[in-house]
């Protein structure tokens, strides 16, 4: 009989630690079902981050460098500026990537690194206790933020993927989500082209995906899976936002030269 289905060779057999319906899990498999399809196993290198993907090195069968607390493109870039042949991501959720890591993440972007980050959005501090996050929406409720968001005193949810648009070193940014069949496959698309826009050395590209969290927005796993498609995608549209060669990355040219066409 053929086998049409399997564990990718690039996910180890560990069991996963993440709580049931959480979406980690999904999108470290399509990661890895791409590495293999890429055959790019074996220059492959990820850091994980702080969070609940802290110990992805447990389940990723390719070589991998833990970053301290939002440091994961600033990690990302040493390795690749070290070792340009690898395909170096950084995987890291909404608090690792735009509250402690804001800045690593903004000047690797703008200084369009050719590395790839994968970027989990579930709205919460996953980890520690479903606190408030940057990428929190208005009149979400967490911990931290019981009667909900309010824009007065804890500002407005941060939209990074739309930040990082403008910069000119970027140069792939798609946001997907993994609550249902479909939009698993469009994610796992968007992570092959990412890691084909870096193996072509076009510069910073990152895939940001609505993850579910059961435990932390206090619903089932089919509820979370509709909240997504029934709230959070109201706030964070899916769809590619940029899909350009950064400036002077695969032509040479200055980004003046570029716009003159």
Not at 28 to 47: A, F, K, M, P, Q
Not at 96 to 111: C, M, Q
Request: include cysteine; glycine fraction near 10%; proline fraction near 7%.
């Amino acid at each position: 009989m053929k086998k049409v289905f399997g564990r990718p060779h690039s996910l180890k057999t560990s069991v996963f630690h993440y709580c049931p319906g959480c979406g980690h899990s999904i999108a470290h498999r399509i990661t890895c079902e791409v590495i293999d399809e890429l055959n790019i196993r074996g220059i492959t290198i990820g850091v994980p981050p702080a969070g609940c993907a802290v110990l992805a090195y447990f389940y990723f069968d390719v070589d991998m460098i833990e970053a301290p607390h939002g440091r994961g493109p600033a990690m990302a870039t040493g390795i690749k500026r070290v070792l340009p042949d690898r395909v170096v991501f950084s995987y890291q959720g909404d608090g690792d990537l735009t509250a402690i890591g804001i800045a690593e993440s903004f000047h690797a972007a703008n200084r369009g690194e050719n590395i790839t980050v994968i970027f989990i959005n579930n709205a919460v501090y996953g980890m520690t206790g479903g606190q408030l996050a940057p990428t929190t929406m208005l009149g979400q409720k967490t911990t931290t933020s019981p009667l909900g968001r309010n824009a007065s005193l804890d500002g407005y949810p941060v939209k990074l993927s739309e930040l990082l648009v403008p910069l000119p070193g970027t140069t792939y940014i798609e946001r997907c989500a993994v609550n249902s069949p479909a939009n698993i496959l469009k994610a796992k698309k968007a992570i092959k082209k990412a890691f084909q826009c870096q193996m072509e050395g076009n510069g910073f590209s990152l895939v940001e995906i609505l993850s579910p969290c059961p435990t932390n927005w206090k619903m089932s796993a089919v509820d979370s899976c509709k909240w997504i498609d029934e709230v959070m995608t109201k706030v964070f549209p899916l769809g590619v936002i940029k899909d350009t060669p950064a400036a002077g990355k695969k032509t040479g040219k200055t980004e003046k030269e570029e716009n003159a066409g």
